[in-house]
């Protein structure tokens, strides 16, 4: 096993404090390192890219059980120190934005990713989307957000945090909330709770991402509207068109956004983008 304890002083003695500009906060707490490890079920044949790095608390001890981890991080000072200690372990440390980082070059030199990450709460939203842009080259993803965030991402239909991150991610993946993180697993302790979610991809997505993406964000913002309404006052066409393309479509146009399943947003937005209403 890996001593975080050790880690964590050998890092403070080194200079190194959290960067309130990056969103950072390390996780400090051995027993969510070992569950979030055991959730990302990581096997010896695996290549594995972290996401923000930090201290390694998650890193050295994947690279005991994975064929190798790629840890990507954007601090400078953190990859020096990353790289010292990963001298002889299957570590290569990425110094970068993971926003310009090409995943399918890992792809072409290892095969498909397994990704892991203890994400920065205020750039978590991006940094999900862009991954998920790669999913042909990923097996599955295990990542940690901001609580609020992360029931968004799992929420059903019907719920308060459904949305249109909701619909989108279902698009791509099927994502499981796994278990919560205390703020006092990290340094320093954030404002919020974290929460871990397991995201499992779909083989063959539907449809243009981004496109629906704009759609669903749209409609969502008059969430209290009906669809009805919420589709003809987003510009998307004459009242009764719509009306009759919902009824034609087995949706009654008085439902609400939030009670429509993601197939429905999914046949919805492609109807929509064949007649142009």
């Not at 569950?35 to 050295?60: C, M, N, R, W």
Request: some cysteine; proline content about 6%; glycine content about 6%.
């Amino acid at each position: 096993m890996f001593d975080l304890k050790e880690l964590l002083k050998e890092a403070k003695s080194s200079g190194i404090k959290p960067k309130k500009s990056l969103g950072q906060h390390f996780l400090i707490d051995p027993n969510y390192v070992e569950k979030i490890l055991e959730a990302s079920q990581v096997s010896s044949e695996d290549t594995v890219l972290e996401v923000g790095a930090g201290l390694g608390s998650l890193t050295f001890p994947l690279s005991l059980r994975a064929k190798r981890v790629i840890a990507v991080e954007i601090d400078s000072r953190l990859c020096e120190f990353l790289k010292e200690k990963a001298s002889n372990l299957p570590i290569e440390v990425i110094q970068g934005d993971i926003l310009r980082v090409y995943l399918r070059e890992f792809y072409q030199k290892y095969g498909p990713l397994k990704v892991l990450g203890n994400l920065p709460y205020n750039f978590s939203i991006p940094i999900l989307f862009y991954l998920l842009s790669f999913w042909e080259v990923l097996k599955d993803l295990t990542l940690m957000f901001q609580k609020e965030v992360a029931e968004r991402i799992v929420s059903s239909p019907g719920g308060k945090a459904y949305g249109a991150l909701s619909v989108t991610v279902r698009t791509l993946c099927e994502p499981k909330f796994l278990f919560k993180v205390p703020r006092g697993a990290f340094w320093p302790p954030p404002e919020v709770e974290g929460g871990v979610v397991f995201f499992r991809l779909h083989k063959n997505p539907k449809g243009d991402i981004e496109s629906l993406r704009r759609f669903v964000t749209k409609i969502f913002s008059k969430r209290r509207k009906t669809i009805l309404n919420a589709l003809v006052e987003s510009g998307f066409g004459k009242r009764k068109k719509i009306e009759e393309m919902l009824l034609s479509m087995g949706i009654d146009p008085r439902r609400r956004p939030e009670t429509l399943g993601v197939e429905e947003f999914l046949n919805l937005h492609k109807r929509l983008e064949e007649e142009r209403c």
